[in-house]
């Protein structure tokens, strides 16, 4: 089986189109890449929210999107993107995503050139067959993280990986946010994201309010909640809960990412903004229901997760009927924050 760059290939194009955590999942490998074959030109084929956030990073010379949420226009707008695509003459693609969306455009882009995960490892099996080569990988328990690196690599799971990813962060949005610590006196605060993706894999709002509360009286610690589009109701819960211990403001991906590196640590549960402080080197405590710590739990030896003492029996589900996997008390999250503070 070949791999998807060699010495020989000068330009490759990613596929990757959502969501954040994927995206911070897959970007080490990307980088390894570029690190690998310094000659390689990378392009990376995405959705639209992600283009700024993938325009910052290193070894990445170009970002195109593709949108499939819009319906009519959508559709034109898809095949214009592919005829450009086209154009560029890529010597290969590599989509990393798996489904019949991300591979039907990779195939679309280069047929004679197109690799992606093997029907075992594909989220979508059908999607296995839109490609020319199926990258097999043997080994199992792999976090996503090495799991995008031996795809990247065309199987090999040797590769050591490294969590953190390189940003360039204009210094608009780095002065912005000390502006916002300094105006609220925070000073390397730890950041609580109450919101999730899924509803199954948030904490509930009442136990965010109430770590807040403990941090800031116990330890003497501030505390930041974080959030993204549509979880301004989650920060106004808290807000409720506990007024003089809900301290936050807006931010997107990328100053997020710097507001990772001037905090202490971040509290998640698995959601981007926690693969976000990962690959920021900021510690994390995550609060793990449906998710498996071995495959999306945050990476590295400096991150603790905190799990239900009965594992959950459906991982990765959006939808549950019991949701006792997230029924973890606050005390032992607490205890997870103390460790990492002060070992």
Same mark, same amino acid.
């Given at each position: 089986m070949s791999a998807p760059v060699n010495e020989q290939t000068r330009k490759?194009?990613?596929?990757?189109?959502?969501?954040?955590?994927?995206?911070?999942?897959?970007?080490?490998?990307?980088?390894?890449?570029?690190?690998?074959?310094?000659?390689?030109?990378?392009?990376?084929?995405?959705?639209?929210?992600?283009?700024?956030?993938?325009?910052?990073?290193?070894?990445?010379?170009?970002?195109?999107?593709?949108?499939?949420?819009?319906r009519t226009s959508g559709i034109r707008g898809i095949f214009a993107t592919i005829r450009m695509l086209r154009k560029e003459h890529f010597d290969s693609v590599l989509d990393f995503q798996g489904l019949i969306k991300s591979a039907l455009p990779a195939r679309l882009v280069c047929g004679r050139s197109t690799f992606g995960p093997g029907t075992a490892q594909a989220r979508e099996k059908a999607a296995s067959w839109f490609y020319t080569d199926r990258i097999q990988i043997n080994q199992v328990r792999l976090h996503q993280i090495e799991y995008h690196l031996a795809l990247a690599f065309g199987g090999d799971t040797g590769i050591r990986p490294d969590p953190a990813i390189r940003l360039k962060i204009e210094d608009e949005k780095?002065?912005?946010?000390?502006?916002?610590?300094?105006?609220?006196?925070? $000073?390397?605060? $730890?950041?609580?994201?109450?919101?999730?993706?899924?509803?199954?894999?948030?904490?509930?709002?009442?136990?965010?309010?109430?770590?807040?509360?403990?941090?800031?009286?116990?330890?003497?610690?501030p505390t930041l909640l974080t959030y993204g589009?549509?979880?301004?109701?989650?920060?106004?819960?808290?807000?409720?809960?506990?007024?003089?211990?809900?301290?936050?403001?807006?931010?997107d991906i990328l100053e997020l990412a710097y507001l990772c590196?001037?905090?202490?640590?971040?509290?998640?549960?698995?959601?981007?903004?926690?693969h976000l402080a990962v690959a920021m080197k900021t510690p994390v405590v995550a609060i793990l229901g449906p998710a498996l710590a071995w495959r999306t739990g945050p990476y590295g030896s400096r991150n603790l997760s905190?799990?239900?003492?009965?594992?959950?029996?459906?991982?990765?589900?959006?939808?549950?009927?019991?949701h006792f996997c997230m029924d973890i008390p606050v005390s032992e999250v607490f205890a997870k924050v103390k460790q990492i503070l002060y070992g």
């Open positions: 490759i194009l990613v596929v990757r189109l959502s969501s954040l955590g994927d995206l911070i999942h897959t970007l080490p490998a990307v980088q390894a890449l570029g690190s690998r074959f310094p000659r390689l030109s990378i392009h990376w084929l995405t959705s639209p929210p992600y283009r700024s956030f993938l325009e910052a990073a290193d070894n990445i010379d170009k970002v195109w999107t593709i949108d499939f949420k819009k780095t002065k912005r946010i000390d502006r916002e610590l300094s105006r609220r006196l925070l $000073v390397r605060p $730890v950041l609580l994201n109450p919101g999730g993706g899924w509803s199954t894999k948030r904490w509930a709002i009442e136990r965010f309010a109430r770590l807040s509360r403990m941090i800031q009286t116990e330890l003497q610690v589009p549509g979880e301004e109701d989650l920060i106004g819960k808290i807000k409720e809960l506990e007024p003089d211990f809900a301290c936050f403001f807006p931010t590196r001037q905090s202490r640590l971040m509290v998640a549960g698995d959601t981007g903004p926690m905190v799990t239900h003492s009965t594992p959950c029996p459906h991982p990765y589900r959006r939808k549950c009927r019991d």
